[in-house]
């Protein structure tokens, strides 16, 4: 299964392509960007649902979703900020003296809602693998 994860929020979206045990592409889309950007990349990487975020900027996000051809989920979003930034620290090793600093001090220098929307499609793959479901 595939699926297109989106961490929503009021301007600005994190969006995945995910498949069980890889990315296929992420990055961080303006709010207006959101529709053209999901239609596009529904289609380039085969995705058979999307899942949202629940959390801040959902509705705007779903709004913008609408016309999808292929089911809009919503899934629980507790947490993945935390593990968005850790996992963004690890694709992205802090540089000179800030590898000194413990990661739970640093705050990433550039947006990384995508890291978010990567935590959300992983769960989600993760869970419909548990749960036996076809394609997970």
């Given at each position: 299964m595939r699926v297109l994860a989106v961490d929503p929020g009021r301007q600005k979206c994190g969006i995945a392509a995910c498949a069980p045990g890889e990315i296929l592409a992420h990055r961080?889309?303006?709010?207006?960007?959101l529709a053209s950007v999901a239609q596009q990349w529904t289609t380039a990487f085969r995705v058979e649902r999307v899942v949202i975020?629940?959390?801040?900027?959902?509705r705007g996000?779903?709004?913008?979703?609408?016309?999808?051809?292929v089911p809009v989920l919503?899934?629980?979003?507790a947490g993945t900020t935390l593990a968005a930034r850790a996992r963004y620290f690890v694709d992205?090793?802090?540089r000179g003296w800030r590898r000194l600093l413990p990661r739970s001090l640093l705050t990433p220098p550039e947006p990384y809602d995508d890291y978010a929307a990567i935590m959300l499609g992983e769960a989600y793959l993760a869970s419909?693998?548990?749960?036996?479901?076809p394609g997970g």
């Open positions: 961080v889309v303006p709010l207006a960007d975020g629940a959390g801040t900027g959902a996000a779903r709004e913008a979703l609408a016309g999808l051809t919503a899934v629980n979003e992205h090793p802090p419909e693998a548990r749960h036996g479901h």
